[in-house]
Every structure is written in structure tokens, then in C-alpha cells.
């Protein structure tokens, strides 16, 4: 088979492959405006992501920079901005709003009585400005309004806490504090600042860790949010005031001085931990300054040029009215999404990331202000975090990943803090639900726990002991040293102190029931432990267990520079302690349990599929597939939990254990139209919209239809179906790229490079 790759190869060699980038056919164009916010379109670049969308013959964009966290921990939006053009051309009935999806930017285009406009908006990838570029025939005049429903303190609705970090227990008529909103420095400018004291003091008591508070990471306090509206040649026009949806609001208005051809706004977001307003106003300075270079959109194009150069997937392109076509597209849209954080210093949350909407649009229950998503803003639900991150390895997306490994790196000496305090040993315990300060969620932690109860632990029936989701953020820190070869000895002493953490903590909780740490056959007896948020009171997780394994032998299949030899002589009897995966039996055939055992079935997730993804046990090629099989074919649960919905991954397994009709049902419903205006705000799902992890699980199923990686061999087609044409580029290990296109069920281009690379390729279409 390795021999007929070879000669498609040759045979292909002076073939010139289509151009690397999104064809133009995945532009989203509407020709007719929109009815309200939830038809709005994502836009975006650096960390700025933006909903743009025309009402009513005015343009509003909704614009949210990522990092942008309140004192309750909430994710804020920058506000709204309302652009009216006068005579309007979009009063008339040629309309037309694109997504240029291979340039990352958004025009809308309108005529109306001799009036023909345009308006180009985008996001400087480079410097936190986004950019209105308004260009008509005639002269016309332009009004721009800076809209907050936060010109005043608001008292939360309760279920508006949800949005933060309280979720159902906060303090009774909580607010949210109002803004500074003034006409100054040209423009308006609006600014919010959390003080000193904020939800993070709060957990750090209700914890039990104010002897340690000085020595804990709190990225909440000071923490300033805001921005600067302006424009050339434009002037304050005084305030107006109305409802918008569900909420009231404020507008501070700007106008142009005379009427011309040519208007340019800008809107600047400014995030950071400050001193003072003085050091705040510094950076809007520098950031007004940096908004005047001449060459930044020649720069954003660039990097978007390049971006979309690195990979991508595209199915069925010769029929834009099927599945399979949308199948591709919608992989295209959700990466350009992703995309609009690459310059983050915080995730894109799973939970609508930066472009969420008005709430009521999601659940019509929940009229509250724009700011509200469900399931917290700071809150790290990692569970479904890295179903948004993992996907970003195959399309060689590092620089997308960077804030997420960030993320970690920042909060690992608060969860070993916890590990010290708690129970007097080393190792980082991380929880789930967990804040972006790297302590337990104050809500889920517990508000009535019993005096006597372990402070180290959540008490709650879902989180309780569920400790070993970090292992996947460990997993891709490994996976970018395999892929890429770059140097992560900064990241070695984390994934250290993850492994520490169970190692001694499971042998302290042993010590503390009987006189050894270790089972009859010096094993960790790893209970009580947690199978995702289903299989409670676990001894013996499926899932931790594979974790385990994987995490310490990759760490000891690491270059010799990473590690001495007394550390590898200690991963080596850690891999000793680790105990082996338990199995069941369904109809008389072996299947992977999903713990030695349980107490109760707490959720609906399949934990005993874990060893197949992420963690690589069992799959295509590898011995014991016949058992993975049989989990996925027979286990009762495994079977009443199968969907597609939201965060499930059972087309990734099905793409992992090779059934191909399975993993591309599964898949196609995860990424076809969401039935949404714009068609990869899926969702809510289990969450929000647009839902991040749905559409995160999605693009790893496909992924792993096409292509998948087993040290150093490459899978090629391993569960994809032949009567479905596609053209892709993704990455793999050893700085490898595999570009192939397959046409009525036959390779007929196969690109690796490096070419030396080509002998590891193995042909696996059925």
C-alpha cells in the first residue's frame, strides 16, 4: 500500500495543487438586513471579536476584547456602537453585507436614491483598534454612537449571575458597578476599573487560604477595561437614550464636522492591570498612536494570508447545496472565529467566546443585558475548554493554543498552594469549575459545606474529586514539542507537578485509611476518584488511569535534555505505581469499564471511552481495537449517551475506532448549518451560543476522518467515507504537513513534506 502512495506521488509531483486558502464561495454574503442581534455576523482579529450586523438601516456591532473581567468575574462586553449614515443608503432595497472569510474582515454595501455606500469593518491584528471605513459616491454625513447599558449601577437579576463568578449564590441585590463614560480626548471614551477588592478575596476566605493570600496569583484586582471611540474629523453631538432588546441604555453621540466621500471610525479596547486611571489612559495614548500607522491593514492581511495557508479542509466542493459542502465551509468559519483570539492573553471561552448576543435570543426566559452568558465569563470549565483547544494542533494553529497553555502556566503555583495547605503535600491540584485565579469556583465549591468537610475538595455531586481534566492541557504542552520540536522546558515542571499531585495525594488519602499507600500489588489505589462527572466515587477512574499512563510515558519519551536522570528514574517508578485500566463485559464480550467501580451515575458522559480520545489507547491500527469496539457496540451507556449535541465527542471516537458511517453522521450534524442566520453559531447545546466546544468536537472528528497520527505513522483516510470528495492540509508530528485530495473514492494528490516523511504514510481508505 506504502508502494502505491509512492507512485501517486511521483505521478503527482509536477501537479500545481489548488491555492492553500478558503475559496471565495465561503464568504458569507446576505443580501437583506438583519431582525436583531442574533443575526448578526462574527468579525474580528488579535483578541477583538465583533457581532456586526445592519437593523433597521443602521449598522451596530457589538465588541468584546477578551481578558475584559469585572469584579464578579463576569466577561463584559465593550458596548455597542450604532453608525447611521445620512441620506441613509441602506433605507433602500440594494443591500448586501459580506464576510471576506480569507481576509478577516466584514463590508456592508447599500444604494438608495443615487446614494451608493460602503462600509468596511476590521480589526487590527496587531493593535487592539477596530477600524469603520465609509466610503460613498455622494457626500453624506455620519453619525456614530457609543451605546452602554452600563451608565449606571445595575442591580443583577439572579439569574444574571450566572454570568459570573457567584452563579446561585450571590449576595443579595447584587450589582454591577457603572462605568466612566465622558466625551474627552477626542472622541468617547469609556472606562471601568475593579478596584481592589473583588470575588477573588471573597473565594480566598471562604477557602481557607488568607495565610497564603499574598503569595496567590489574582489577576482581578486593578484589572481596567475600556475604550475610545473617535473619528477623524468627527465631534461630540450630545446624548440619547432608549431601550434595546431587553435592556435600557445610554448613548454618547459623535458627528461628522461636514459632509464627504470618505469617513474613517476607530474604535480602541483597552484591557490590562493598572496602578491608576493615569497608567490606563497611558495605553488608550499608545494605542491611538499605533492606530495611525498607515500599513496596519496591509499587516493584517498578512497575517491573515499566512493563516490561512497553514491548513485547512474542504469537502464535496463541487456541491455548495449539500451536507458535505457545509461540512467544510463551516470547519473554515469556526477557525476564523478561533482566530480573532490568536493574540489573547486569556482562552476563547467554550461558552460563546467573544461573540455572544443579546441573552433572550438564546433563551427567551433569560431578558437580560448583553453581558450575560450562561456559565461564567472567568470560570474555566476545562471539561469543555479543550474541546475548543484541541483541534488547533492538527491545523498547526500554536500561536491559537499559546493563551491556553498560558492560562495554566500562570495558575500553577495557586493549585499547588492548595496541595500544601490542604494536605501538607506537594503537586498542583486543579479542580473543574475552576476560577482563572486556579481556585475552586466559589458557587461550586460549596456555600453550605459541613465544618468538618476536606477543604480541598468541592462539595458538590458533579466536581467532587474530579481532579484529572488538566492531564489534556498537559497532553497538548507534549504534543507541541512532538509537532513543532520547540523547546517547552518551561511547561515540564507543570506537567510535573500534575503527576506529583496524584502520586502523593492518593498515597496520603491511603495512609490516612489504613497503615499502606499502596495496594497488594503496589499500586495507587486512586479512589476516591471521579470518571468525568458521571461515574462518582470512583476507585480506580478508566479515565485517570489513561491519563496517567500516557502523560508519564511521554514525559519519559522526551529528548534527554528535558529531564536528569533522577527524574526519569522517578517517572519510571511512578509508570510502576500506576494501576492498569479495569474491564466489564456486556453480552459475554470484553468491554473498557469506566472505573474498577462507582457509586452512582451522575451525568451522561462515556469516561470509558477515554482511552480511545485523548488518550490514544486503543484505535485504528492499535492491538485491543476488537475491545474499544465492543465498549462503543454494547455498553449500555455508552449507547443511551451517544449524541451530537454541544460537548459530546462520540464522533470523534467513531472517527478513532474507524466506522466511517458513524463518525460521519455524527460528525456532519455536529458541523452542518446551525439553523442560525450565521451558520456556525451553534448551539446552546448543554451551554451557550455560539457553542464553542460543539463546534471544537466537531472540527477534531473531522480531523480524525481524515487523518490520524501514531508516533510516527500517518493514518490516512482512516474512517472516511470514499463517495464524499475533500481537498485538506493538516500538520503532524516532526514538523510534518499532509496535503491530499481525494476524488470519486481515489487519492489523486498527496503532498508531504518533508518528502522523507512520505515513507510513514499509510493508506487506511476502505
Known amino acids: 500500500m506504502k508502494s502505491c502512495i509512492l507512485l501517486v506521488v511521483v505521478s503527482c509531483a509536477f501537479i500545481h495543487l489548488a491555492a492553500q486558502q478558503s475559496p471565495a464561495s465561503y464568504n458569507i454574503i446576505w ?18 471579536g465583533l457581532n456586526v450586523w445592519v437593523e433597521k438601516g443602521e449598522l451596530l456591532i457589538y465588541a468584546t476584547r477578551s481578558g ?4 464578579d468575574n463576569a466577561l463584559m462586553k465593550a458596548g455597542r456602537i450604532r453608525i447611521k449614515l445620512f441620506p441613509n443608503p441602506f433605507d433602500g432595497k440594494i443591500f448586501k453585507q459580506e464576510l471576506h472569510l480569507n481576509k478577516g474582515y466584514v463590508t456592508v454595501d447599500g444604494a438608495n436614491n443615487g446614494i451608493k455606500a460602503s462600509v468596511r469593518v476590521w480589526v487590527d491584528v496587531f493593535n487592539p483598534a477596530t477600524h469603520f471605513e465609509i466610503n460613498s459616491n455622494k457626500k453624506i454625513a455620519v453619525e456614530a454612537t457609543y451605546e452602554s447599558w452600563r451608565y449606571k449601577d445595575r442591580i443583577l437579576h439572579p439569574r444574571e449571575n450566572f454570568a459570573n463568578s457567584w452563579k446561585w449564590a450571590p449576595p443579595k441585590n447584587n450589582i454591577y458597578a457603572k462605568d466612566e463614560i465622558t466625551n474627552d480626548f477626542g472622541g468617547v471614551l469609556f472606562y471601568h476599573n475593579n478596584g481592589e477588592r473583588t470575588i477573588f478575596d471573597t473565594t480566598v476566605t471562604q477557602q481557607g487560604l488568607d495565610a497564603v493570600k499574598d503569595q496567590l496569583y489574582n489577576p482581578l484586582k486593578s484589572l481596567a477595561f475600556g475604550g475610545l471611540l473617535f473619528g477623524t474629523d468627527f465631534i461630540p453631538a450630545g446624548n440619547t437614550e432608549g431601550v434595546y432588546v431587553d435592556t435600557d441604555f445610554k448613548g454618547w453621540k459623535l458627528k461628522s464636522k461636514s459632509t464627504s466621500r470618505h469617513h474613517r471610525l ?7 492591570q493598572v496602578k491608576n486611571y493615569h497608567d490606563w489612559f497611558e495605553k488608550i495614548k499608545s494605542v491611538k498612536s499605533g492606530s495611525q500607522d498607515k500599513n496596519a491593514f496591509a499587516r493584517t492581511q498578512a497575517w491573515w494570508q499566512q493563516f490561512w495557508k497553514r491548513s485547512f479542509i474542504r469537502s464535496n466542493e463541487s456541491d455548495t447545496s449539500s451536507v458535505a459542502w ?5 470547519f473554515q468559519l469556526f477557525r476564523y472565529m478561533l482566530a480573532c483570539n490568536a493574540q489573547g492573553a486569556w482562552p476563547t471561552k467554550f461558552n460563546g467566546g467573544l461573540f455572544t448576543v443579546d441573552p433572550v435570543f438564546t433563551n427567551p426566559d433569560h431578558k437580560l443585558t448583553p453581558d450575560y452568558r450562561n456559565w461564567g465569563g472567568g470560570v474555566h ?6 474541546l475548543v483547544y484541541f483541534p488547533m494542533i492538527k491545523n498547526g494553529d500554536w500561536d491559537l493554543l499559546k493563551p491556553q497553555l498560558d492560562f495554566y502556566l500562570r495558575i500553577l503555583k495557586n493549585a499547588e498552594l492548595r496541595s500544601e495547605v490542604y494536605w501538607g503535600h506537594g503537586g498542583a491540584c486543579f479542580t473543574e469549575q475552576m476560577e482563572n485565579y486556579g481556585l475552586p469556583n466559589y458557587a461550586e465549591y460549596g456555600t453550605k459545606r459541613p465544618d468538618d468537610f476536606d477543604k480541598g475538595v468541592e462539595y458538590n455531586a458533579w466536581l467532587e474529586y474530579e481532579w484529572d481534566t488538566v492531564f489534556e492541557f498537559c497532553l497538548m504542552m507534549l504534543e507541541e514539542e512532538q509537532y513543532t520540536g520547540i523547546d517547552i522546558s518551561d511547561k515540564i515542571p507543570f506537567i510535573e507537578s500534575c503527576l506529583r499531585f496524584f502520586d502523593e495525594h492518593y498515597q496520603y488519602l491511603a495512609k490516612k485509611r489504613g497503615i499502606k499507600s499502596l495496594d497488594g500489588d503496589g499500586k495507587l489505589i486512586l479512589f476516591p476518584g471521579s470518571g468525568a462527572e458521571t461515574f462518582k466515587m470512583a476507585n480506580n477512574s478508566t479515565g485517570t488511569i489513561a491519563a496517567l499512563h500516557t502523560i508519564t510515558a511521554r514525559l519519559l519519551e522526551l529528548p534527554e535534555k528535558y529531564l536528569t536522570k533522577q527524574k526519569k528514574l522517578q517517572l519510571d517508578s511512578l509508570l510502576k505505581r500506576i494501576p492498569s485500566i479495569s474491564f466489564g463485559s456486556y453480552k459475554g464480550e470484553l468491554t473498557i469499564a469506566p472505573a474498577k467501580t462507582w457509586e452512582r451515575i451522575n451525568n451522561v458522559e462515556s469516561p470509558q471511552l477515554y482511552p480511545v480520545y485523548p488518550w490514544g489507547m486503543y484505535g485504528v491500527g492499535k492491538p485491543g481495537l476488537e475491545i474499544a469496539l465492543n465498549t462503543w457496540n454494547l455498553d449500555t451507556n455508552v449507547i443511551k449517551f451517544r449524541s451530537h449535541v454541544g460537548w459530546k465527542q462520540d464522533n470523534i471516537w467513531a472517527a478513532r475506532l474507524g466506522l466511517t458511517d ?7 450534524l455536529k458541523l452542518q448549518n446551525s439553523g442560525r442566520r450565521f451558520p456556525a453559531f451553534w448551539g446552546p447545546g448543554f451551554d451557550w451560543v455560539p457553542d464553542h466546544n460543539w463546534g471544537g468536537s466537531g472540527m477534531i472528528g473531522l480531523q480524525e476522518m481524515l487523518m490520524q497520527v501514531d508516533g510516527k505513522r500517518i493514518l490516512l483516510f482512516p474512517a472516511w467515507p470514499k463517495n464524499i470528495d475533500v481537498h485538506f ?38
Open 266 to 272: 476607530k474604535l480602541l479596547l483597552v484591557t490590562q
Open 729 to 766: 492540509k493538516l500538520h503532524a508530528p516532526y514538523n510534518t504537513t499532509v496535503e491530499a485530495e481525494l476524488q470519486s473514492g481515489k487519492l489523486v494528490s498527496l503532498k508531504v513534506l518533508p518528502e522523507e516523511r512520505t515513507k510513514d504514510v499509510e493508506m487506511m481508505l476502505k
Open 326 to 330: 457545509q461540512v467544510g465551509r463551516n
Open 381 to 386: 470549565t476545562a471539561q469543555n475548554q479543550r
Open 662 to 668: 458513524e463518525a460521519w453522521r455524527l460528525t456532519s
Open 31 to 48: 443580501d437583506s438586513q438583519s431582525k436583531n442581534s442574533s443575526e448578526s455576523m462574527p468579525c474580528g482579529g488579535g483578541d477583538i
Open 68 to 71: 475584559s473581567f469585572n469584579e
